[in-house]
Every structure is written in C-alpha cells, then in structure tokens.
C-alpha cells in the first residue's frame, strides 16, 4: 500500500490561511487518474474538496471556489492544497486521495487514502 504523509493541519483564525502537503512514499502520481483531497467535518458526510488530474485538469467544489487552490509537485511526490479566506465551516479533517492509481504490474486499480490532518477555524 502506498503511504501519503499530510501535514499543514492546524488551527487558525477565520480569514486566515493554511497549506496542506501529502507527500507520497513512491513515485506514484503519474499512475494515478487522480488527486484529491476530501474534508469530513464532525457529524457531516465526507465531502469533495478539489481534485487535480494527471493531466492537469482541477476541480473545485463551490463552497471553496475562489478561495483554495490545488497543485501538485510530481518531482517531490507532493499534492498541495492552499487555503485562504478560511471560514468556520472549513473545520474538518482533510483527506489526501490518490484515486485510479495502477502502476505497470498492478493487475487492477487502487485508491489511497491519507491519515487525515485537523483544520480548526475559530473566529
């Protein structure tokens, strides 16, 4: 299974802003149909966040148009997601996904999930 480390999780204050990385454990983007991250906040369904294909093509869910913005750093096996004018209700647990994912000798696809890092914003 395929390891994603995320970090840049924390607290902040609404308005303000916060990086998250997921850096991968192998040179694996390239393989994958997709890269994601997912939010889930307490008592709610995970949620779609943003996504960016292989081939550059991104995503965005409305309630975060316009204010996150998602890239990806294949040289560093990183996705990146930069979060500005941050709201109360972006306090949720974030999830980097790797979706589609089939190397050469994988006979089928996989999905992989991140641990999840905490955003807290507070007014």
């Known amino acids: 299974q395929v390891k994603l480390v995320e970090s840049g999780g924390g607290s902040v204050q609404v308005g303000g802003s916060l990086k998250l990385s997921c850096t991968a454990s192998?040179?694996?983007?390239?393989?994958?149909?997709?890269m994601n991250w997912y939010r889930q906040a307490p008592g709610k369904e995970r949620e779609a966040v943003s996504s960016?294909?292989?081939?550059?093509?991104?995503t965005y869910a409305d309630f975060v148009k316009g204010r996150f913005i998602i890239s990806h750093d294949d040289a560093k096996n990183t996705l990146l997601l930069q979060m500005n004018s941050l709201k109360t209700e972006d306090t949720a647990v974030y999830y980097c996904?790797?979706?589609?994912?089939?190397?050469?000798?994988?006979?089928?696809?996989?999905?992989?999930w991140g641990q999840g890092t905490q955003v807290t914003v507070s007014s």
């Open positions: 960016i294909s292989r081939d550059g093509a991104v």
């Open positions: 192998e040179y694996i983007f390239r393989w994958c149909g997709g």
């Open positions: 996904v790797l979706k589609g994912c089939r190397r050469p000798w994988e006979i089928r696809e996989f999905d992989h």
